[in-house]
C-alpha cells in the first residue's frame, strides 16, 4: 500500500500546475525523463526550490535529492561558490558573441584534468558534444558509421538515438520516429561488456567504421563498470581498423574523482590507462555546475578538422557562454578540495551497503551497483553488467519502490534504470535517514 507511511503532505499543487502544463507544454515536461510514465503515470512533482541535498516542492513537502538534475549536481543545490560565480557573470553581462579569456581558462582546467583532450571545444549540451565528436571523426576517418553499446545513451542526436537490435552486430533500428533508415543504418549496435560482438561488427563493416563510441563506465542502465580488458579490448580492435574511439564522458567526468573515467584509477585492477586513453571525448553535466554546457576535445590532429580550421563545421550562439564557463570553472574549483571524492565514495559505500542489506533483511532481491558516489538499484538476483542484464529486472518492483521512497521524502530519478547521485552536501544523517525509508519500503514490499 503505497501510502503507508506517507511523511509528504500530499500534492495537490502539483497535480494542479502538471494539468496546467499539460496545456502549454508537449507532456507537460521539457525532458521525456522528468515524467512518471516509467514509475506508473501521474503527475511529476513540481519542484520550486534547491538548496544543499534537499529540495522543496511545490505544496512545500521537503526532500532528499538523489537525482541531483541527472547528474550535474555534484555540490548539491545553490552552492554558494558556484552560485556567487553566476551572480558575477550576470552582472557583466550574459553573453557576448566573442571569445573571452574565462574559456581560456576553463579549457586550461579540462586539460589538466583530461590529458587526451589536446584542444576543446565548448559546445551547449552533451547532445551537441557527441553529436560533434561523431561529425569530427567521420570528417577524419572519410567514414561513415558508427559502432555504439546497447542500451548506451549519448544525448538525442538522430544518429545516436539507435540503440536496439537484439544480438551482436545487428544493423540499428531507430529508437525514435522522425529517424529515416537511411541514418540508423549508420549506426552498429554490439552488447556493453563483449569484445568479441565488438570485433565480429568490425569484421563485418570494418572499412565503413568511423568510430566506436562508448560510456567508459556506464551511467545509463545503471552503473555498469567494464569489466577487466574490456576498454583495451575496444580500443585495441578500433585502432587495428583505423577507427577511433569516443568517450562520451557526460555522466563520468568529475564523478568519481578530479579526471574522467579515462584517467580513473578506480578502473578495474590491471586497466593500463595509456592503452585506454580515446580519441575523442565527449563532455556535459557536472563541467557547467548546473547551468547549460557541454564541451568536446581530443589529439590536436583530430580536432584540426574542425571549423574554422578545418571542413567540420560547428557553431553556438550561446557556446561558451560565461555564465555557464564560470559556474563550471567555480564548480570544478569547489570539487578540488581535498577529500571530496572521498567523502562522496564513503557515503556512497554507507547507502549502497545499506540499500543491500535492508533489501536483503526483507526477503527481496536486490542488486546494488556502485562506482564511488553514484549507485544504481536493479530488482533482480543477478549481476548487471550489460543492458539485456538491466532490463530483466523488475520494473513494477521499481516503481513501488520509487512511490514508497517518495511519499517518505526521498526523490529517486523516476526510472529504473537511472543512478543515484550523492553529492557533496549529502550528509550521514541523509544516508541514515534514506536507509530507514527504504527499510520500511522493503517491508511494506515484501507484505
Ligand atoms: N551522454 C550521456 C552519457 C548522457 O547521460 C547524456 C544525458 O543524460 C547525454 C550524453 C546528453 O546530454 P544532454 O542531456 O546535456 O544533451
Known amino acids: 500500500e503505497p501510502n503507508l507511511f506517507k511523511q509528504t503532505a500530499g500534492r495537490p499543487h502539483s497535480e494542479e500546475l502538471y494539468r496546467e502544463a499539460l496545456e502549454h507544454i508537449v507532456g507537460g515536461v521539457n525532458s521525456p525523463s522528468r515524467s512518471f510514465k516509467a514509475v506508473g503515470g501521474g503527475a511529476p512533482v513540481f519542484m520550486k526550490r534547491g538548496q544543499g541535498a534537499y529540495f522543496w516542492d511545490a505544496d512545500d513537502n521537503r526532500y532528499i535529492d538523489y537525482l541531483a538534475a541527472y547528474g550535474p549536481i555534484i555540490l548539491g543545490h545553490a552552492h554558494p561558490h558556484?552560485?556567487?560565480?553566476?551572480?558575477?557573470?550576470?552582472?557583466?553581462?550574459?553573453?557576448?558573441?566573442?571569445?573571452?579569456?574565462?574559456?581560456?581558462?576553463?579549457?586550461?582546467?579540462?586539460?589538466?584534468?583530461?590529458?587526451?583532450?589536446?584542444?576543446?571545444?565548448?559546445?551547449?549540451?552533451?547532445?551537441?558534444?557527441?553529436?560533434?565528436?561523431?561529425?569530427?571523426?567521420?570528417?577524419?576517418?572519410?567514414?561513415?558509421k558508427i559502432i555504439k553499446f546497447a542500451g548506451c545513451y549519448h544525448g538525442h542526436s538522430d544518429l545516436v538515438l539507435v540503440a536496439a537490435g537484439s544480438g551482436p552486430s545487428t544493423l540499428g533500428i531507430p529508437d525514435s520516429a522522425g529517424i529515416p533508415n537511411s541514418i540508423a543504418h549508420e549506426v552498429i549496435t554490439v552488447p556493453f561488456n563483449d569484445v568479441p560482438a565488438l570485433e565480429e561488427a568490425l569484421s563485418r563493416w570494418?572499412?565503413?567504421?568511423?568510430?566506436?563510441?562508448?560510456?567508459?563506465?556506464?551511467?545509463?542502465?545503471?552503473?555498469?563498470?567494464?569489466?577487466?580488458?574490456?576498454?583495451?579490448?575496444?580500443?585495441a580492435a578500433a585502432r587495428r581498423n583505423g577507427s577511433l574511439v569516443i568517450y562520451d564522458e557526460v555522466i563520468t567526468a568529475f564523478r568519481f574523482h578530479y579526471g574522467a573515467?579515462?584517467?580513473?584509477?578506480?578502473?578495474?585492477?590491471?586497466?593500463?590507462?595509456?592503452?585506454?586513453?580515446?580519441?575523442?571525448?565527449?563532455?556535459?553535466?557536472?563541467?557547467?555546475?548546473?547551468?547549460?554546457?557541454?564541451?568536446?576535445?581530443?589529439r590536436a590532429e583530430i580536432m584540426l578538422q574542425v571549423a574554422p580550421l578545418g571542413p567540420a563545421y560547428q557553431a553556438g550562439t550561446m557556446a561558451g557562454n560565461p555564465a555557464s564557463i564560470s559556474a563550471g570553472i567555480a564548480c570544478l574549483e569547489a570539487l578540488q578540495e581535498p577529500g571530496t571524492y572521498e567523502r562522496l565514495d564513503r557515503l556512497g559505500a554507507m547507502l549502497g551497503d545499506g540499500l543491500a542489506q535492508a533489501a536483503?533483511?526483507?526477503?527481496?532481491?536486490?542488486?546494488?551497483?556502485?562506482?564511488?558516489?553514484?549507485l544504481s538499484t536493479h530488482f533482480c538476483a543477478h549481476p548487471v553488467t550489460n543492458y539485456d542484464e538491466a532490463q530483466d529486472t523488475d520494473g513494477e518492483q521499481f516503481a513501488l519502490f520509487f512511490r514508497l521512497m517518495l511519499e517518505q521524502g526521498i526523490c529517486l530519478a523516476p526510472s529504473k534504470y537511472e543512478a543515484w547521485f550523492l553529492t557533496t552536501a549529502h550528509t550521514e544523517d541523509h544516508v541514515r535517514a534514506t536507509l530507514e525509508a527504504a527499510d520500511r519500503a522493503f517491508e511494506a514490499m515484501a507484505q
Not at 214 to 230: A, L, Q, S
Open 82 to 144: 558556484v552560485t556567487a560565480a553566476i551572480c558575477r557573470a550576470a552582472e557583466n553581462g550574459t553573453l557576448y558573441g566573442t571569445p573571452t579569456e574565462l574559456e581560456i581558462t576553463f579549457a586550461r582546467m579540462l586539460k589538466q584534468a583530461i590529458p587526451s583532450m589536446d584542444k576543446v571545444r565548448f559546445v551547449n549540451s552533451g547532445t551537441e558534444a557527441v553529436m560533434t565528436t561523431i561529425r569530427v571523426a567521420r570528417a577524419y576517418t572519410g567514414r561513415n
Open 206 to 235: 570494418g572499412s565503413d567504421v568511423a568510430a566506436v563510441m562508448v560510456e567508459p563506465i556506464v551511467g545509463n542502465f545503471g552503473m555498469v563498470m567494464p569489466k577487466p580488458g574490456f576498454l583495451e579490448g575496444l580500443c
Open 261 to 298: 573515467a579515462q584517467t580513473f584509477a578506480g578502473l578495474p585492477e590491471g586497466t593500463d590507462l595509456a592503452a585506454v586513453e580515446p580519441d575523442l571525448t565527449a563532455l556535459g553535466k557536472i563541467i557547467g555546475g548546473g547551468l547549460p554546457i557541454g564541451a568536446y576535445g581530443g
Open 360 to 374: 536483503d533483511a526483507h526477503g527481496i532481491a536486490l542488486t546494488v551497483n556502485r562506482i564511488r558516489g553514484a
